[in-house]
C-alpha cells in the first residue's frame, strides 16, 4: 500500500473565527478607595513606627530603620495624595484597567464589598497579586453583577493574608482607624 502523495507546493489554510471585542460595561472611578486621615491618625502611625524603628535600631542597627521610614512614607503619600480617575471596561474577552486587560480564563471568582466607603467589585484570580479590586460607583453594582455573572460565579473568597493583617491593624489602632 503506497502512502498518499503530498504536493509540497499546496498548503491548507484553516481559518479560526476570532471573536472581536465587545464592550460590556465601563465606567470611571478613582484607581483606589481614599480616605482623608486627620492628625490623630498620624500621630498614632508615627508613635507606633519609631518605637518599633528603635527596637530593630537596637537589634539589626540602621538598615531596618531606614526600610521602616520608607514604609511610613508610603502610608502618608497614600493617605493624603488623591488617587486617579481612571477607566474600567469589561468586555467579552475580560475586564480592563486602564487598558490593561485580565482575561476571563485568569479571573475564579467576584464579590462586592465596601473599603473607606467606596464600593468596590473584587475578582479572584489565578495567578499574583490573587485579587484585583476594583472601585465601582455603587449604582451600578447591579449592572456589573448582571454581566459578569455570564463568566464568573458571584462568590466571596476567604479572607487573604493581607485582609487579616489590615484587620488585626485596624483592632489594634484607637477607634479602628484603618478602615
Known sequence: MAAPKIDKG??????????????????KAPARPF????RE????VVSIFVIIG???????????????????????????????????EITNKGVKVAG????????????FTKRFNSAMV????VG???RLELVIN???????????????????????FSDKAVNWFNKKLPGGRLA
Open 10 to 27: 499546496e498548503v491548507k489554510e484553516e481559518k479560526v473565527a476570532v471573536e472581536p471585542e465587545k464592550t460590556l460595561f465601563l465606567w
Open 35 to 38: 480616605k482623608r486621615r486627620d
Open 41 to 44: 491618625f498620624y500621630v498614632t
Open 54 to 88: 528603635l527596637v530593630f535600631f537596637l537589634v539589626e542597627g540602621p538598615i531596618p530603620v531606614i526600610l521602616l521610614a520608607s514604609v511610613l512614607f508610603l502610608v502618608y503619600v497614600l493617605n493624603t495624595v488623591e488617587p486617579e480617575t481612571i477607566e474600567y
Open 100 to 111: 490593561r486587560n485580565n482575561p476571563w480564563e485568569g479571573l475564579v471568582r467576584f464579590w
Open 122 to 125: 473584587v475578582f479572584e484570580t
Open 128 to 130: 499574583v497579586p490573587g
Open 138 to 160: 455603587k449604582n451600578e453594582e447591579e449592572k456589573i453583577k448582571e454581566v459578569v455573572s455570564e463568566y464568573l460565579k458571584e462568590e466571596e473568597g476567604p479572607p487573604n
